[in-house]
T-cell receptor
């Protein structure tokens, strides 16, 4: 069975600093990988996804993530964060031979300080 | 944003009440989902409907009863809930319930408080 671990529950960072949110997964088959963002009092919004091809995936709002199969990781990065990036970020995985179950990590709260 | 709407946005109910949550998607998708999001817990998948058929029930107590009359609408009927059922209930939809078509679009959620 697939599982997702987000090692950091909270990440404080100053505005304009770089940030990396970590995500590791476990699966016995090939996977699809997603990052979602949740702003306060809202639902989840897709940031980016890896389905196949290039391991470096670019998403919205200047975020990118790199799929590393050997390390079973899909870390999210941004070179310079803004106050408006303050939100909860969720990594999710879906095995490509199963019916649709997305498994979510526990989430990482990014707190950008001025 | 959306493609996926949920009503009501906030709901307060007593343990003996019966209420329903509604979700509607305008994206032409065939799969719809209910999730529960509690404080300090991972997002929990509750139910999945694919082409109006329930394909997943993640050991959800019977006091939660889903209904999917068509591919665009999803309901969650609530009765005799417990205070620990207080949470944000999120609805999502995707093109289909499989693999690469799994990109899910979420509604804003219903914040439920059970007194």
């Amino acid at each position: 069975a697939q599982s997702v671990t987000q090692l950091d529950s909270q990440v404080p960072v100053f505005e304009e600093a770089p940030v990396e949110l970590r995500c590791n997964y476990s699966s016995s088959v090939s996977v699809y990988l997603f990052w979602y963002v949740q702003y306060p009092n809202q639902g989840l919004q897709l940031l980016l996804k890896y389905l196949s091809g290039s391991t470096l995936v670019k998403g919205i709002n200047g975020f990118e993530a790199e799929f590393n199969k050997s390390q079973t990781s899909f870390h999210l990065r941004k070179p310079s964060v803004h106050i408006s990036d303050t939100a909860e970020y969720f990594c999710a995985v879906s095995e490509n031979n199963a019916g649709n179950m997305l498994t979510f990590g526990g989430g990482t709260r990014l707190m950008v300080k001025p | 944003e959306t493609g996926v709407t949920q009503t009501p946005r906030h709901l307060v109910m007593g343990m003996t009440n019966k209420k329903s949550l509604k979700c509607e998607q305008h994206l032409g998708h065939n799969a719809m989902y209910w999730y529960k999001q509690s404080a300090k817990k991972p997002l929990e998948l509750m139910f999945v409907y694919n082409f109006k058929e329930q394909t997943e029930n993640n050991s959800v107590p019977s006091r939660f009863s889903p209904e999917c009359p068509n591919s665009s609408h999803l309901f969650l009927h609530l009765h005799t809930l417990q205070p620990e059922d207080s949470a944000l209930y999120l609805c999502a939809s995707s093109q289909e319930a499989s693999g690469s078509l799994n990109e899910q679009f979420f509604g804003p959620g219903t914040r439920l408080t059970v007194l």
